[in-house]
């Protein structure tokens, strides 16, 4: 059966470059065989979270009246694999992107009653991020590549690797001379078969990091 893999976009743009490094991470995904589904936040979300303690329902449901719920449970719990792509808003993720973490609490929450089925759905993903700015410095992604990473330790998830693509006006990150195009189309290519080593001074580990070339 196909992996799963969700890519999800945190830019309010469709034609953008945050949507094209998407699309290209789309067409390796799919040239691979898996089972992709992209979706962009702003159709799913349309409001932060908020106190849960006076917003919950007496069943112990969101009451944010929105498709989020339907995303997280449908698309999200059962994915193997996500790729967060977002544009870089003030050298962090987008709104929309920092939003889908946030609601997620409502159903992690001691509070939700399938708080602990939720809990075991987000663990063990294989994890991608995908951005896109007009600075080409190189520190310009370091918060947010950091914020992923604990994301991906809190839940014992694989943050396989990361693309970033420069420019400004829509769909120029094309022309940039690093390829993210083409690097954003490996990483969906190989989301689920690319080695990952993440080592713990327990870590059981073998001598090489790459298995020796045949002949």
Request: glycine share 10%; with cysteine; hydrophobic share 35%.
């Amino acid at each position: 059966m196909p992996e799963k893999l969700l890519i999800l976009v945190g830019s309010p743009r469709r034609n953008g470059n945050t949507a094209t490094l998407a699309e290209a991470v789309r067409r390796g995904a799919e040239a691979a065989g898996s089972d992709v589904v992209l979706r962009f936040l702003d159709d799913h979300i349309s409001g932060f979270l908020r106190d849960c303690r006076q917003c919950r329902g007496p069943d112990g449901e969101c009451a944010i009246d929105d498709p989020y719920r339907a995303l997280f449970f449908d698309e999200f719990l059962p994915a193997r694999g996500v790729i967060f792509c977002s544009p870089i808003y003030w050298y962090g993720v987008s709104a929309q992107i920092k939003a889908f973490f946030d609601r997620s609490f409502c159903y992690y929450a001691a509070s939700y009653p399938g708080s602990q089925d939720a809990l075991a759905a987000m663990a063990g993903k294989r994890l991608g991020l995908v951005l896109a700015s007009e600075e080409t410095y190189p520190g310009v992604a370091l918060g947010i590549i950091h914020q992923i990473q604990e994301f991906s330790r809190y839940t014992n998830s694989d943050f396989v690797n990361v693309v970033r693509g420069a420019g400004n006006s829509r769909g120029e990150v094309r022309n940039d001379p690093a390829n993210p195009v083409g690097d954003a189309e490996r990483l969906g290519r190989e989301i689920f078969s690319r080695s990952y080593s993440d080592y713990r001074l327990e870590t059981p580990r073998s001598p090489r990091v790459w298995p020796e070339s045949v002949g």
